[in-house]
């Protein structure tokens, strides 16, 4: 076969510089053994790798030489490898030539490799000393001499597959036993991640979503008659100086405007009881040095049409637990824009984080709206600012519960929130629902107050109640409304 070469094939070449073959891939047939053959040349060489890879790849021959030279031989054990071939031959020879010839090129620097303690055990789990990884080195020919707090270790020379420091971790990791390595599954790269209050604000909107609302973004320019119409005073608001549309003129104090608009968009085109939400920035005026900027907050706003105050509260209160929020509470008092009677402040560790009630009628015939609409709106960046966000969790109790109804009569001074406090503290642990059920004025309750009737159910988590634990807790529930200012009603 005639075979086109390049300056890159190592030929072995006889006195007059004739070919005999392609050095650690194929000999020539002039150096084939025949029936009249009566001396052997017996060559032994080694030869580096990756240019009898690229020879062997390049003429496609591919040989039990070249398939072994191309992975690398021990350059040491010419001499063993000899005498070994010989003493095989055995009777087969008349007898052998003293002497031997020993030409040798540049054989490969094999420098002891550093091997890091630290580095051992960070790849492969383990928390091994520098002794007992030499210990495990030195079976397989790796001689490891301690330095400092790590090793120099020495590859022998039948390993040329090994050369670097991650060859002989591989190495200590086989022989100290996979098996006595915990798998671990790495991480996967991440880049970036939500800060707390960004994922409080993604719980937000999936528990707002859950509960049937549609999130709407409304734009944050406003025209003062939007403010006047929603009993907000327009010389609160930031006038721009630049409006994209001279009728919108300033900056949305509250997110109330938009979101009525957008009730009444709906109910124009005849969408009745929308239910939506928005989370977006709100403006006041600067509070003065050492910044001029404009106040600006993010709230979170709730509007739903066709439903009244008490739709308000179910909602802050779902959403409240959702977020964790215990220390809450709420305190009725007047808001702008809300009903007078149907209104309530949002306080949360002490601090008001916003408001909830029903819209104005006034307001919502001034936006044109009409249906009844319950609100919500919160300072949400406020709101995450307070503790919040941790859960207990009790088990379920698999005995019956017991329902208990107490209807009590109260100055009209005393908030209801403020008696539901004190009777639901009073029940106790085994007080697991409570309820504000019914509000009632009228006959049989004397001028001015009203009757609030609670519902509690108990339950206990190792047993069922008995008539006596739950006329305990009727008692103590009873005096504790008492002392706060109101009575049992017959």
């Known amino acids: 076969v005639t075979r086109t070469l390049t300056d890159e094939e190592l030929l072995i070449c006889d006195a007059t510089d004739a070919p005999n073959g392609i050095g650690g891939i194929m000999g020539g047939a002039s150096s084939e ?19 009898i890879a690229k020879s062997s790849r390049r ?12 992975k690398g031989c021990d350059p040491e054990i010419l001499e063993l490898a000899q005498a070994r071939f010989i003493e095989l031959l055995g009777d087969a020879v008349g007898s052998v030539a003293p002497g031997m010839l020993d030409v040798r090129g540049e054989l ?25 990884m030499a210990a495990l080195c030195d079976p397989i020919g790796f001689a490891a001499t301690e330095t400092g707090d790590d090793l120099e270790v020495h590859i022998p020379s039948w390993r040329y ?48 979503v859950g509960l049937g609302l549609s999130e709407a973004m409304p734009m944050p320019f406003l025209a003062p008659e939007d403010l006047q119409s929603c009993a907000l005073d327009p010389a609160d608001a930031l006038t721009l100086t630049n409006p994209l549309i001279a009728e919108e003129s300033v900056l949305r104090p509250s997110l109330l405007p938009g979101l009525l608009q957008t009730v009444a968009y709906n109910e124009s085109h005849r969408v009745r009881g929308a239910a939506l939400f928005e989370i977006g920035h709100v403006f006041g005026r600067p509070k003065g040095e050492p910044t001029p900027l404009p106040d600006e907050r993010e709230h979170l706003g709730i509007a739903v049409a066709g439903r009244e105050a008490p739709a308000a509260v179910e909602l802050w209160e779902a959403l409240a637990e959702a977020l964790g929020v215990h220390d809450r509470s709420l305190q009725a008092g007047a808001v702008a824009s809300l009903h007078p009677t149907r209104t309530a402040k949002i306080v949360v560790a002490g601090e008001q984080v916003g408001v909830l009630g029903e819209v104005d009628p006034a307001v919502c015939e001034a936006m044109e709206v009409r249906e009844r609409v319950a609100w919500i709106e919160v300072d949400l960046g406020r709101l995450l600012a307070l503790p919040h966000g941790e859960a207990t969790y009790r ?22 929130g403020e008696l539901a406090a004190v009777v639901r503290g009073a029940a106790g642990e085994r007080c697991v629902a409570f309820e504000l059920f019914d509000t009632y004025r009228g006959s049989g309750v004397a001028e001015g107050t009203r009757s609030l009737a609670f519902r509690l159910r108990l339950q206990a988590a190792d047993h069922t109640l008995t008539d006596a634990e739950v006329a305990t807790v009727r008692d103590v529930c009873v005096a504790a409304a008492g002392a706060a200012g109101a009575r049992l009603r017959g």
């Open 395 to 416: 088990p379920v109790s698999r005995y019956p519960s017991s329902d208990l109804d107490l209807a009590f009569e109260t100055p009209e001074s005393m908030a209801a």
């Open 59 to 70: 003429l496609g021959l591919r040989s039990e030489a070249s398939a072994r030279f191309e």
């Open 108 to 132: 490969p620097e094999r420098a002891p490799v550093r091997v890091r303690t630290a580095r051992v055990n960070a790849v492969l789990g383990t928390s091994l000393t520098r002794a007992e």
């Open 161 to 208: 597959d090994s050369a670097t420091e991650i060859d002989v971790i591989e190495e200590i990791a086989r022989h100290h036993g996979y098996d006595r390595i915990a798998p671990v599954v790495p991480p996967s790269v991440r880049f970036g991640a939500l800060s707390p209050y960004q994922a409080d604000r993604r719980t937000v909107r999936d528990v707002l």
């Open 33 to 51: 053994i025949s029936d009249t053959t009566t001396d052997v040349a017996v060559e032994m060489a080694w030869f580096l790798p990756m240019p």
